[in-house]
Every structure is written in structure tokens, then in C-alpha cells.
């Protein structure tokens, strides 16, 4: 094998691919992915029938908030357990070492495994956002009415996306130097809770908080109750803002993971 | 003697490794400054019990801890460095791998990360599943197979880039007498190919019959080394077989209590 074969951007990328092909085959044959779709969808089926607790609110509306706080919970749940349980569990069985033994350099595998769960939650999403658009065009052709255009939809799955995908990077940064899968996806929930009420965060001694990313920024429900698309640029500074803090994740996750012994 | 151009397989100088207790300020030293070289091609066992070194002489081969201080280097290479792990090979102590992948799926999985592809993938992949056995149950989840089958499988993931040196900790643990049997005729194999072997065992009379070199630690100490013949001496022939190969071990460990 010629040395030059390992080296360059290229031979980076078809490993970090590898590494993300085995990390999404891995978890489709987990349960758990498979127990929090068939959960979120089956929330998302039934919410035309638990419309008694909308609170006054328009049966269209009242299905797409609830569906979109499925898809954002479920999905943060999921982000939070996976990214714990698919990396942590192979570094608990040793099979990590025969990979980081190899000429695999640390960021790229952790850049690998993130990428595979990204793969995952994507899949996850599109699952949830087919179905919850299935009962919507479903009520809207019974009810005459229509809630929101479909770009405004769209968008507003879209930012759920953003949202559970930041969830498992912070989660994979607490993977690079936790111990166990258990401690990891705790600690990833509780980051997401922190990150989920940093909107509320004030001045004085809760103003550090200012630093953590806010995910109320990630508000798909309130895209669909203004009713019309948000502006590009807008949307441009959220996915600069949700790649900055991305990039800033995975970077203290591979510091951490190259200094980590084994 | 090896050179520049052909330096030693394996050369640990002064290398020790120990961890910070806690908040104590005290440390475990997991192995004390060892210096050691191993030629190419021999095979190198690391015997000792629970806590003596053994693991982390080979982690540290493999690159996966850092020393506290001195070097270690694999044919001139600094172990961990990208030039040393295109060299070396690594099946872990009782690993796991991946359930829902077969046999052959695995292994071209490794290949890939190992910069292999294409025809030449598919050539390693078939030549290691016929040499450590695994033909037959290619096909079958990874998930399924028995404990001598998962570590037949590591093996040859160990092996399937012709590393020049291959690690192995603890290969024999859990495999029934056939299974030991047919673990030393893969590593006289891989050292008839010309592969550096070095493996820890608690299994003296296995590491008696397949290794050029021992070397028996304990409690992160370097014990004694040498060639078998050596290290048993003339005893050897009067009194054949593992038995006399322990007393040396257990005279060795409690002349350092």
C-alpha cells in the first residue's frame, strides 16, 4: 500500500464516508430509532383526535404545532441517545480501536460518526414530515381551509432539522471524553435543556449563558403562525449561526478525542 | 543489528506509562521504564497476570495511550504517528464488533479504512476469511458467530492490510484447546510471511511454543527476557513442558515482592 493512498483530502473524505455508512447501518439496526419514529408518527396520525386540548386553536394549526413538537422532541431524544449509544458502545466493545489503529486520524472518525447520525436524524425527519404532511393535506381537502403555504411547512420542518442536528453535536462533544453511553446521553439531554431555555437566560450571574447556542431560535411553529415565508436572509444567518456553533462542537470533540488514551 | 535503513521492528527506550490517582496527587505506574527491541520477523510473547503491563505494552505499540516518558518506535517510526499505523495490525482483548454486518461486510469495511479498494479489497478479503477459517460463515451476521469466531474475525482484520506488525492481546482468551491450537499455526504462519508478532498471554505453554523472544512482566516491571532456550536454560530438557516455564515466572515475580 503506497503511503500516499492514506494522505490528502480525498482518502479523508472516503473514510469519513465509511465511517458514516457504518455508523447509519449500525443504528438502523438499532431499536431505538426504530421505537421513536413509529412513536413520533403515531403522535403525529393521532393528533387530529387530540385536538380537545388545543386550547381554542385551529384543528390545522394545532396538528402542525404538534407534529413539529414530535419531530423536535422525539428527534431531540433521539439526536441525544444515538450519537451516545452508537459511539460510546463501540468504544466500550474495543471494536473503536481497530479503527483508530488504523491510518484514521481522530477528527475523522468522530467527523464520520457525527455524519452518520446526521444521515440518521435526516431520515428521521423526512419520515415524521412525510406523515405529518399526509394528515395535514388530508384535514386541509376535508376542512376547505389551508393553514400555510407549503414553503412555510417546509421551512419550518427544515429548522427542526437544524435544531436536532446541533442537539447531537453537543452530544458528541460530551462522547469525546465520556466514559459511558449513559453519562453522555444524560449529559447531551441536559445541554439540550440548557440550550432550549437560554432564551430565557437574563443579565447578572446567568449572563455566561449568553455563549451556549439558543435553540428557541429554531422556532418552526412560530414560522407557521406568522404565515409566510421568512426572508433569506434570515434563514442565511440561522444556518450560519447553526454551523458556526456545528463546527465549534465537533472541533472541541476532536480536541478532546485526540488526547484521549484507550 | 539493525541500522538506519532497517531499524528494529519494535524499540521501547525508557518508555513508562502511569495515571494520576485522583485528587491523592499519587499515581499507578501501569508500567515502569522498559527498554526493549524486537528484530523483524520474530515473535514476541508478553506474559504476566492481571495488572502486569501487558495490555499496556501493546496499546502503546498500537498508539492508542501516550508515555508518560521515553519513546516507543515501530521500524523507526514513533508509535501513534500516521507513518506507524499504515505498519501495524491490532486485535483487541475480547472485542466486539459490529452485529449487524457479515463476516466479508466487515472486512471490507476495514479494507476501505485501511486504503484498500477495488479488486485488491475483494483479493485480501477472500485470502484472510480462508486463512483464519472463516470461509463457510462469510456470509453470516457477525452478531451470530460463536467467541472463537469473533476472535478469528478480529484476526483477520488485524492481518488483512499485510501490516509488518501485528499486536495481539490476549488472543487466546476464550477459545476452547482446538481453537489455541489453530491461533498458533496462524501466528507461526504470519511469521513464515515475515510479520513481526508480538502478543500477550496468560497461556505459558502456548507463549513457550510460538514465541522467538518472551519476555514475562510483573506488576508493570520487566521481569526477564530472552529467547525460551535461554531463558530456561539447560533445565529445560530435563524438565520439558509449561510447568517449568511457570516455576521461572513465579520465581521471577516473587524475587521483586
Known amino acids: 500500500m503506497s503511503d500516499t493512498a492514506h494522505h490528502g483530502p480525498a482518502a479523508s473524505l472516503r473514510r469519513i464516508r465509511l465511517i458514516a455508512g457504518h455508523t447509519l447501518g449500525a443504528a438502523l439496526h438499532q431499536r431505538l430509532a426504530l421505537l421513536l419514529a413509529i412513536t413520533g408518527a403515531a403522535l403525529v396520525l393521532g393528533a387530529r383526535w387530540l385536538r380537545d386540548f388545543n386550547f381554542g386553536a ?13 419531530i423536535g422532541f422525539f428527534g431531540t431524544l433521539l439526536a441525544a441517545l444515538a450519537t451516545a449509544q452508537l459511539f460510546c458502545s463501540e468504544i466500550e466493545s474495543r471494536a473503536a480501536d481497530c479503527v483508530l489503529t ?41 376542512l376547505g381551509a389551508t393553514l400555510a403555504p407549503l414553503p412555510v411547512f417546509l421551512q419550518a420542518c427544515a429548522l427542526q432539522w437544524l435544531k436536532i442536528t446541533l442537539v447531537a453535536a453537543m452530544t458528541l462533544f460530551v462522547c469525546s471524553y465520556a466514559g459511558s453511553a449513559l453519562f453522555a446521553s444524560c449529559a447531551g439531554l441536559l445541554l439540550a435543556l440548557v440550550a432550549q431555555l437560554r432564551g430565557f437566560a ?33 434563514l442565511l444567518s440561522l444556518a450560519g449561526y447553526w454551523a458556526a456553533y456545528v463546527l465549534l462542537f465537533v472541533a472541541l470533540a476532536s480536541y478532546a478525542f485526540k488526547r484521549r488514551e484507550f | 543489528m539493525p541500522s538506519a535503513e532497517a531499524p528494529w521492528a519494535v524499540e521501547f527506550a525508557a518508555f513508562a506509562k502511569s495515571y494520576p490517582t485522583g485528587w491523592t496527587g499519587g499515581r499507578i505506574h501501569a508500567l515502569r521504564p522498559l527498554t526493549l527491541q524486537l528484530a523483524a520477523g520474530q515473535v514476541l510473547g508478553l506474559l504476566g497476570p492481571n495488572g502486569s503491563g501487558k495490555s499496556t505494552t501493546l496499546k502503546a505499540l498500537a498508539g492508542l495511550i501516550a508515555p508518560t516518558e521515553g519513546t516507543c518506535r515501530i521500524f523507526g517510526q514513533a508509535a501513534g504517528s ?9 486485535l ?29 479489497a475483494t483479493r485480501r478479503v477472500d485470502e484472510v ?11 453470516r451476521k457477525v452478531g451470530t458467530y460463536s467467541k472463537g469466531m469473533t476472535q ?24 476452547d484447546p482446538e481453537g489455541r491450537l489453530a491461533l498458533n499455526r496462524l501466528i507461526r504462519d504470519l511469521a513464515a510471511r515475515g510479520t513481526t508478532v508480538v502478543f500477550s498471554s496468560h497461556l505459558l505453554a502456548q507463549a513457550e511454543e510460538v514465541c522467538d523472544r518472551l519476555v514475562l512482566l510483573g506488576r508493570g516491571r520487566l521481569l526477564a527476557e530472552g529467547a525460551p532456550a535461554e531463558l530456561l536454560g539447560a533445565e529445560r530438557d530435563a524438565n520439558p513442558g509449561p510447568s517449568r516455564l511457570e516455576k521461572l515466572y513465579l520465581e521471577k515475580l516473587h524475587a521483586h515482592e
Open chain 1, 58 to 70: 385551529a384543528e390545522l394549526k394545532f396538528i402542525a404545532d404538534f407534529g413539529l413538537g414530535a
Open chain 1, 102 to 142: 488504523r491510518p484514521v486520524r481522530r477528527w475523522e472518525y468522530l467527523t464520520g460518526k457525527f455524519a452518520g447520525v446526521v444521515a440518521l436524524l435526516t431520515l428521521f425527519v423526512l419520515t415524521l414530515v412525510i406523515v405529518l404532511g399526509v394528515v395535514l393535506a388530508v384535514r386541509e381537502s376535508q
Open chain 1, 202 to 234: 437574563g443579565g447578572g450571574s446567568w449572563a455566561w449563558l449568553r455563549v451556549w447556542p439558543d435553540l428557541g431560535l429554531f422556532d418552526g411553529e412560530a414560522l407557521l403562525a406568522a404565515g409566510h415565508p421568512a426572508s433569506g436572509g434570515w
Open chain 2, 129 to 139: 476469511l480462508r486463512w483464519s477459517g472463516l470461509g463457510e460463515a462469510a456470509e
Open chain 2, 92 to 120: 483487541p482483548e475480547a472485542p466486539q464488533f459490529s452485529p449487524h454486518q457479515t463476516g466479508r461486510e466487515f472486512l471490507h469495511y476495514c479494507a476501505g479504512l485501511s486504503s484498500l479498494g477495488g479488486a485488491t
Open chain 2, 82 to 90: 500516521d507513518a506507524a499505523r499504515t505498519l501495524v495490525g491490532y
Open chain 2, 152 to 175: 478469528r474475525v478480529g484476526l483477520a482484520q488485524a492481518v488483512l492490510h499485510e501490516p509488518r506488525l501485528v499486536l495481539l492481546d490476549e488472543p487466546a482468551g476464550g477459545l
